[in-house]
């Protein structure tokens, strides 16, 4: 069995937050100025074959307009039935099985999005590089990335940028045990 590369990419507060309350993305607005050529993101959607999405997730992603992932596999980790709008597929179970079926449909390189999936990685050890873009906010409440339930583990800086609008990019990747 031969797991995909897994990366993760998210914007998170100083505080750890991935979201306000109410799951609230209005406050990272004032930070959009970065392109995705800049930030990366655009590389990775070019590098990445699938995409693994937590439920809460996607139904956020649907509520955007224009599906954003055209020309990729979208996997969306739920028990609840997905009305697939663009191809999109359910799957559930765990996330080492699930990445593993992946990996027997040809997936390469997953890109896992959402704040409990990418918990999930991290906690199983499955995630293989870490993308965090700290936005210098304090928010103070709302579902956070590292909720103390994660086993300990080390990781290693490969690379660390400030960003036009004023957030650091750091890319992890796990240290050699």
Partial sequence: MTLPRVTVFLALSLDGRLAGPGDDLTWL???????????????????????????????????????????????????????????????????????????DEGAQHVYLDGGHAARQGLEAGLVTDLWLHWVPEVLGDGPRLFDGTLTPSRWRLQTSRTLPSGLLQVHYMPSER
Avoid: Q
């Fill in 29 to 103: 607005d004032r930070y959009a100025g970065d392109t995705p050529e800049a930030t990366g993101y655009e590389a990775l959607m070019a590098s990445a074959d699938t995409l693994l999405l937590g439920r809460r997730t996607y139904d956020t992603v649907l509520g955007f307009g224009a599906w954003p992932f055209a020309g990729h596999r979208v996997r969306v980790l739920t028990h609840r039935p997905v009305e697939s709008r663009h191809g999109e597929r359910a799957c559930a179970g765990e996330l080492r099985c699930v990445l593993a079926a992946l990996g």
